[in-house]
């Protein structure tokens, strides 16, 4: 080799190893020009989602269900992404406003958390999310219903969801009423939740529209235990049927009450999916008996809910607790289908940006959930929204089977 030549060959070879040396790959600094930051996962760590759900107290079934679907579906990722452990933690969030602004405040000091699954009750992320999307967090809800939360006007940053909007939910009640068991009069109570007061609001004004009547809207305390005062004054004019999309506790004493106060004998009674679960046979007793309750419908989500349903009965023991475990399945799978579009590795070590996450979970357009082909809105309604009617056939929460069979309980009754 000529002198000419070996000079440039070695010129060459310092070259490349600069290059390599300072190319991405060689485990150098990461510039993150994403505007929120990035969260950043070194090598052989695990990439953390956080649920903010409440998982004590009476309402427990809701969030301890949901936080099953994430379970699921970290296991089905068979527990890593992109080649790192997944890391589940999270707060109970008490389903009121205070437990979700605490929980809101206490995971936004977590820099490590890559994003969020919840809140269970609307109060909770209405009260809490503004402080999580402040400190550049995503976060999606298997079971907030409230159109507040996604008004346009209203809509919070990083916010999204896979539960129906009650505009839906509450449409589909008042049809049933008017429709199905010719109601013509109605009366509504709601315990001064968000979800509570904006899912009988949608009612009301449905009912209205069809030509109904409504003849009472009140409100209850979520810890009221006496409901007579309340029933006394519905009773007075009685109503074809009363809505009360409540939770658990009060609507259990609601429902023992109304059976028993005179004027509402002939009165359907009727709730929402925050009392879709056995608890609520536990709460209310003989008295459910017969009762009626929108839900998403569990019977068009197909092969793979099946599916979902053993693996949850072999993994847990028992059948499914409450509504929005195949919502929050759905939820996760949304965040971890967004990391994998926009983490970079670099040498093993992660760089999510927290903008780039934001954008690519509004971004979902046709994917495949178990609650159906999700597609993220502009201001964060992803959900593919299918409701149902159920009534209760029998108050012993053993026996708890939702579905159209004629042996289910409660059986699917509309449409």
Same mark, same amino acid.
């Given at each position: ?309 053993? %693996? ?52 979902? %357009? ?44 409660? %059986?699917?009754?509309?449409?």
């Amino acid at each position: 080799m000529s002198k000419r030549l070996f000079v440039l060959a070695s010129i060459l070879m310092v070259v490349t190893v600069l290059l390599s040396a300072c190319g991405p790959k060689a485990g150098k600094a990461y510039e993150c020009t994403d505007p929120l930051g990035c969260v950043v996962v070194e090598k052989g760590a695990p990439i953390r989602i956080a649920y903010a759900l409440v998982v004590e107290g009476p309402d427990a079934s809701l969030g301890t269900d949901s936080k099953r679907g994430i379970e699921i579906q970290i296991d089905d990722h068979g527990g890593t992404l992109l080649g790192h452990p997944i890391e589940l933690v999270g707060e109970n969030t008490g389903c009121n406003a205070e437990g979700g602004q605490a929980a809101a405040t206490k995971l936004s000091t977590d820099k490590s958390i890559v994003a969020i699954v919840g809140t269970s009750c609307s109060s909770e992320a209405r009260a809490g999310f503004p402080i999580l999307s402040e400190a550049g967090f995503s976060m999606i809800s298997p079971s907030n219903t409230a159109p507040d939360l996604t008004d346009p006007a209203k809509h919070v940053p990083g916010y999204f969801r896979t539960a129906h909007n009650d505009k839906v939910q509450g449409a589909v009640a008042a049809e049933f009423a008017y429709n199905s068991l010719g109601a013509r009069k109605a009366a509504t109570v709601h315990d001064g939740s968000l979800y509570a007061d904006q899912l009988q609001q949608v009612f009301a004004a449905r009912f209205k529209e069809l030509g109904g009547e409504v003849v009472y809207q009140g409100a209850v305390q979520p810890t009221d235990t006496d409901m007579r005062s309340v029933l006394t004054s519905i009773a007075a004019n009685p109503p074809d049927i009363l809505y009360y999309p409540i939770f658990v506790a009060a609507g259990g004493f609601i429902t023992a009450q109304a059976r028993e106060t005179p004027g509402l004998e002939n009165t359907a009674l009727m709730g929402a999916d925050g009392i879709y679960t056995p608890d609520f046979l536990k709460a209310a007793g003989e008295a459910s008996n017969g009762m009626y309750l929108s839900s998403p419908d569990f019977t068009v989500f197909g092969d793979a809910y099946t599916k979902f349903q053993e %693996k949850y009965e072999a993994k847990y023991g028992e059948k499914v607790l409450n509504v929005f475990h195949a919502h929050a399945y759905d939820a996760a799978g949304l965040i971890f289908a967004a990391i994998e579009k926009v983490a970079v590795d670099v040498d093993g070590t992660l760089y999510i940006g927290r903008q780039a996450l934001r954008d690519a979970i509004a971004a979902t %357009k046709d994917y495949k959930g178990l609650t159906g082909n999700l597609t993220c809105s502009e201001s964060g309604d992803c959900a593919d929204p299918k409701i149902a009617v159920y009534q209760v056939t029998n108050s012993d929460p053993a026996t708890w089977n939702p579905g159209a069979a004629a042996d289910s309980n409660p %059986k699917k009754v509309y449409p």
